[in-house]
């Protein structure tokens, strides 16, 4: 491996291909010694509060991020793939197939949530004020059901 960032545009990559390159990674340089499940979940971790760092102070900030400068978009990518990267590996160490889990919790989560619960038609006016009922008509029965589904999306 050269010291030269590939410019591949990443379009095509997979959690596998990421997977191997990190095992090769570690395996290259000694390192798979470290890679406990507790040690990676620690990493992890501290890459997720370094995430949050390029966050810090800034307020609400809107999609697409088009107030960053570029050189904070970039670091933003760095950080959000160590955390991709410590998660695959933990992962790896722990057996699970990330892919194959990730897709089994999207269909868990469609099942838990189905659209019919928070979309009536076509009209979003409409659509807002009928998701909008069931939040209220759940906390005046004292439920989380709906209020706790949908934070936790
Ligand atoms: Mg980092």
């Not at 978009?73 to 699970?96: A, F, M, P, R």
């Not at 009209?123 to 209220?136: C, R």
Request: with cysteine; proline share 4%; net charge negative.
């Amino acid at each position: 491996m050269t010291g030269v960032v590939p410019k591949d545009d990443g379009a095509a990559v997979s959690l596998e291909d990421l997977r191997q390159k990190m095992v090769d990674f570690a395996k290259e340089r000694d390192w798979e010694k470290y890679h406990s499940p507790r040690n990676l979940l620690l990493a992890l971790v501290g890459e997720v509060g370094e995430l949050s760092e390029c966050f810090q102070w800034k307020g609400e900030v809107p999609k697409g991020l088009p107030d960053w400068k570029e050189e904070e978009k970039e670091h933003l990518g760095e950080e959000l793939s160590d955390v991709l990267l410590y998660l695959i590996q933990l992962s790896h160490y722990c057996g699970i197939d990330l892919g194959k889990a990730a897709l089994r919790k999207v269909h868990l989560n469609a099942i838990k949530h189905p659209v019919s619960r928070y979309i009536k038609n076509n009209n979003p006016e409409e659509n807002k004020k009928f998701v909008d009922e069931k939040i209220t008509n759940q906390d005046n029965n004292n439920s989380n059901g709906v209020t706790e589904n949908l934070q936790s999306q």
